[in-house]
């Protein structure tokens, strides 16, 4: 074979494919107690929203987009997150001017060039939500709150919540100030990456992944100390709501994000099943992002999560999937009698909710048995002119041995009958 999947995308094939099935599911049903609705926005957008809406200093932006020119020169990026989608569909559409809140959530694939390995991938998929439209810090809890919920109803054991304030445009840059004044006494120690950002993006420096970097900023001022009267209070806020709502958290002050559009509240969701790549979910406040992309202003405030993250943790927690079905009934067929029965009864129990399978190889009758065991189909029977002339066939349930006689004409009420036994 030549053609192979690109590196760092995958397929998903059953039974997997089953697994990805039941999560999108419990996450659905998790975001309709909230009160999300799905949104579903393209592929690609125009390049300048995500260069403008995530920052031109992130990595995101300025290493791992998928951007390409089209054929009428327009320059288009696969979406590598959802936020900035959102908000451009939020404005574009006017949804603010029907609802005070605006709630939505997604389960989408996103593109980012990023090195591939374990949990981190070129094409994933995320599920997240965003509530558009409100300032309070309830709201940020109310986000939270539904990302820790979707892990504890999938049985996740140990997730970790740590939050933090990154303040506003108000308290940042004197933070910022204070922050690299601190830095460039330890400058000369840093690795070369964490150098670079001293003038450029010197918050990101206190999540960097290299240990001596973390030493050596171990007792830098962290922006949670330095806060604005309105961000104190609005992270103080955050925390008595996430209390009341018994939401588990710990305050990290060298919680950052890697994306540019967060205020105030930033926070993760990491656990120890997953190695290096230990993000679960993040999210964060973006009260400017709207702004940003020629809007008028409009808080807000979200999450996502990596599904692919989501079922290493389960497969790892050894979680109990449910199985993939197999066929209600396999039709075996006796002599090109039955064949021609089993056409005809196959679509008819499939239009009456049965689903339904047979052999379409001419195999003996121990090979078409030895299939229904196979495909773990729950009752098999045998069709032949036999059965035919009598109007009566045997009902095998597979897995205890067990039979039942019914009549050939109403075959559908019989297998209801049988199938609905526990
Ligand atoms: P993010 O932290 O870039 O945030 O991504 C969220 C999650 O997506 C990560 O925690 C991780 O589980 C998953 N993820 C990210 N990159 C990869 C990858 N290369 N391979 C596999 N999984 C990955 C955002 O995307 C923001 N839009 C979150 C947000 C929503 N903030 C406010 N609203």
């Keep these: 074979m030549k053609f192979k999947s690109i590196k760092g995308t995958r397929d998903i094939l059953p039974p997997e494919s089953r697994q990805w099935q039941y999560a999108e599911q419990i996450i659905r049903s998790r975001m309709a107690l909230f009160n999300y609705r799905e949104i ?7 390049t300048a929203l995500f260069a403008r809406g995530i920052g031109e200093l992130t990595d995101i932006v300025s290493k791992e987009m998928y951007t ?19 908000i451009r569909a939020y404005l574009q559409h006017n949804l603010g001017e029907q609802q005070p809140l605006t709630r939505l959530f997604y389960i989408a694939p996103m593109f980012r060039q990023e090195r591939p390995q374990a949990g981190r991938l070129r094409q994933f998929h995320q599920f997240g939500a965003e509530a558009i439209g409100g300032r309070s810090a309830a709201i940020d809890a109310d986000v939270i709150a539904l990302a820790t919920e ?3 109803s999938f049985g996740i054991l140990n997730p970790a919540l740590r939050i933090n304030s990154v303040g506003c445009h108000l308290c940042r840059p004197a933070y910022k ?26 918050l990101r420096i206190l999540d960097s992944k290299d240990d001596n970097d973390n030493r050596l900023t171990a007792s830098a001022p962290l922006i949670k100390d330095h806060l604005c009267t309105e961000c104190r209070e ?5 925390q008595e709501s996430l209390a009341l709502a018994q939401v588990p958290f710990l305050v990290d002050g060298r919680i950052v994000r890697g994306l540019d559009y967060y205020t105030r509240t930033a926070f993760e969701i990491t656990s120890s099943d997953l ?14 992002l709207a702004e940003e992309l020629g809007g008028k202003p409009t808080p807000a405030v979200g999450f996502a999560a990596g599904i692919e993250r989501l079922l290493m943790v389960l497969n790892q927690q050894k979680h109990d999937f449910p199985e993939e079905p197999g066929p209600s009934v396999f039709i075996a067929c006796a002599d090109a009698d039955g064949r021609r029965f089993a056409a005809r009864a196959v679509m008819e129990l499939r239009r009456s909710g049965i689903s ?67």
């Design 150 to 152: 979707i892990y504890r």
């Design 356 to 422: 339904a399978e047979t052999d379409y190889f001419s195999r003996s009758l121990k090979a078409q048995m030895r299939e229904a065991d196979r495909q773990q189909a729950v009752v098999a029977t045998v069709i032949g002119a036999t059965e035919i002339a009598d109007n009566r066939c045997t009902l095998k349930v597979m897995k205890t041995g067990e039979t039942r006689q019914t009549a050939l004409d109403s075959l559908a009420g019989g297998l209801k009958l049988i199938l609905s036994r526990p």
């Design 275 to 288: 190695g290096s790549q230990d993000a679960l979910a993040g999210g964060g406040r973006y009260d400017l």
């Design 177 to 202: 100030k204070l922050l690299r004044e601190f830095l460039e006494q330890v400058r000369d120690g840093l690795s070369p990456e964490s150098q670079r950002r001293i003038e450029l993006n010197p």
């Design 68 to 86: 390409f020119t089209d054929r009428s020169d327009t320059s288009l990026t696969l979406k590598p997150e959802m936020t900035a989608s959102v």
């Design 40 to 46: 579903r926005t393209p592929v690609f957008e125009e």
């Design 234 to 238: 609005h992270f103080a806020e955050l």
